[in-house]
C-alpha cells in the first residue's frame, strides 16, 4: 500500500515537472518571439526615420529595397501567431489576427513580384503604418509574458490599433489600385497563354478590393470587441486589488 503511495507521488512529481519544463519552454519561446519582432520593427522604424532625415523625399522612392526583406521576413514569421493562438500560446482572438496576417502577406507578395511599384510612395506609407501597428502590439506582448502590463500599455494597443488598421486597410486598397496597369502587362510574361486565357489577374484584384473592404469591416468589429473584453477583465483585476 505504501509503495504503491510512493509510486503516485513519484509519477504526480514527474508530471509536475514535465509541465513546468512545457511552462517554461513556452514563456521563453514565446518571449523571444514578441521580442524578435519588436527589434525587427524597430531596426525598420529607425532606418526609415534615418534615411528621410538624411534624403528628404527622395529616401520615399527606395524604401522598399532598404526594409523590405527585413519587413517581409517579419511578416512571414507573423504565420506562427496563427498557430500560437490555436495553441493557446498567446490569447487573442483567431480570425481578426488571420486577417490581419493574409491580407498582409498577400500585399507584400504582390509588391516583390511587381518591382515597377515598389519605388511608389504609398507603398513607404504602407510599411510605415504596418510598423507602427506592430510596434503597439509586440512591447504589450513582452510586458504580458514578463508579467508586468500597464494600463497605458493595455489602452494604447487596443485603442490606437484600430484607426491605424483602417488607414492602413484603406492604403491597402490604394495600392492595389495602382498595381492593376502593371499586373495587366505583367500577366502575359508571368502565365502561359492557357491560363492566362482562365486567369484575368486585373480581375481578380478587383474582386479582392470588395473582399478586402469586407474583411477588414469584420476585423474592426472583431477589434472592437476584444478591447472592450480587455478593458472590462483590467478594471475587474483592479477592483479585486
Same mark, same amino acid.
Given at each position: 500500500?505504501?509503495?504503491?503511495?510512493?509510486?503516485?507521488?513519484?509519477?504526480?512529481?514527474?508530471?509536475?515537472?514535465?509541465?513546468?519544463?512545457?511552462?517554461?519552454?513556452?514563456?521563453?519561446?514565446?518571449?523571444?518571439?514578441?521580442?524578435?519582432?519588436?527589434?525587427?520593427?524597430?531596426?525598420?522604424?529607425?532606418?526609415?526615420?534615418?534615411?528621410?532625415?538624411?534624403? %528628404?523625399?527622395?529616401?520615399?522612392?527606395?524604401?522598399?529595397?532598404?526594409? %523590405?526583406?527585413?519587413?517581409?521576413?517579419?511578416?512571414?514569421?507573423?504565420?506562427?501567431?496563427?498557430?500560437?493562438?490555436?495553441?493557446?500560446?498567446?490569447?487573442?482572438?483567431?480570425?481578426?489576427?488571420? #486577417?490581419?496576417?493574409?491580407?498582409?502577406?498577400?500585399?507584400?507578395?504582390?509588391?516583390?513580384?511587381?518591382?515597377?511599384?515598389?519605388?511608389?510612395?504609398? #507603398?513607404?506609407?504602407?510599411?510605415?503604418?504596418?510598423?507602427?501597428?506592430?510596434?503597439?502590439?509586440?512591447?504589450?506582448?513582452?510586458?504580458?509574458?514578463? %508579467?508586468?502590463?500597464?494600463?497605458?500599455?493595455?489602452?494604447?494597443?487596443?485603442?490606437?490599433?484600430?484607426?491605424?488598421?483602417?488607414?492602413?486597410?484603406?492604403?491597402?486598397? #490604394?495600392?492595389?489600385?495602382?498595381?492593376?496597369?502593371?499586373?495587366?502587362?505583367?500577366?502575359?510574361?508571368?502565365?502561359?497563354?492557357?491560363?492566362?486565357?482562365?486567369?484575368?489577374?486585373?480581375?481578380?484584384?478587383?474582386?479582392?478590393?470588395?473582399?478586402?473592404?469586407? %474583411?477588414?469591416?469584420?476585423?474592426?468589429?472583431?477589434?472592437?470587441?476584444?478591447?472592450?473584453?480587455?478593458?472590462?477583465?483590467?478594471?475587474?483585476?483592479?477592483?479585486?486589488?
Amino acid at each position: 500500500m505504501s509503495s504503491s503511495f510512493f509510486l503516485q507521488q513519484k509519477d504526480l512529481k514527474k508530471t509536475e515537472r514535465r509541465g513546468e519544463c512545457e511552462l517554461s519552454f513556452r514563456l521563453v519561446y514565446i518571449f523571444s518571439y514578441n521580442l524578435f519582432q519588436f527589434c525587427g520593427h524597430t531596426w525598420i522604424l529607425a532606418n526609415t526615420i534615418a534615411r528621410f532625415l538624411t534624403f %528628404g523625399q527622395d529616401a520615399v522612392a527606395d524604401t522598399f529595397y532598404a526594409v %523590405g526583406f527585413v519587413m517581409s521576413l517579419c511578416q512571414l514569421l507573423s504565420i506562427l501567431e496563427l498557430f500560437h493562438i490555436a495553441d493557446e500560446i498567446e490569447k487573442a482572438r483567431l480570425l481578426p489576427r488571420f #486577417v490581419q496576417v493574409m491580407e498582409k502577406n498577400l500585399l507584400l507578395t504582390m509588391v516583390i513580384i511587381l518591382e515597377e511599384i515598389q519605388s511608389k510612395p504609398v #507603398v513607404c506609407v504602407q510599411l510605415f503604418l504596418w510598423n507602427i501597428q506592430d510596434l503597439l502590439r509586440y512591447p504589450y506582448e513582452l510586458l504580458c509574458v514578463m %508579467g508586468t502590463p500597464s494600463i497605458t500599455m493595455l489602452w494604447t494597443r487596443y485603442t490606437l490599433l484600430i484607426p491605424l488598421y483602417i488607414l492602413s486597410v484603406a492604403t491597402e486598397g #490604394v495600392t492595389i489600385y495602382q498595381a492593376l496597369p502593371y499586373v495587366e502587362s505583367a500577366a502575359p510574361n508571368s502565365l502561359n497563354s492557357t491560363a492566362s486565357t482562365h486567369i484575368h489577374l486585373p480581375f481578380l484584384l478587383m474582386v479582392y478590393l470588395p473582399v478586402l473592404a469586407l %474583411g477588414a469591416s469584420v476585423t474592426v468589429w472583431q477589434l472592437l470587441k476584444e478591447r472592450q473584453q480587455q478593458l472590462e477583465k483590467w478594471n475587474k483585476k483592479m477592483k479585486r486589488e
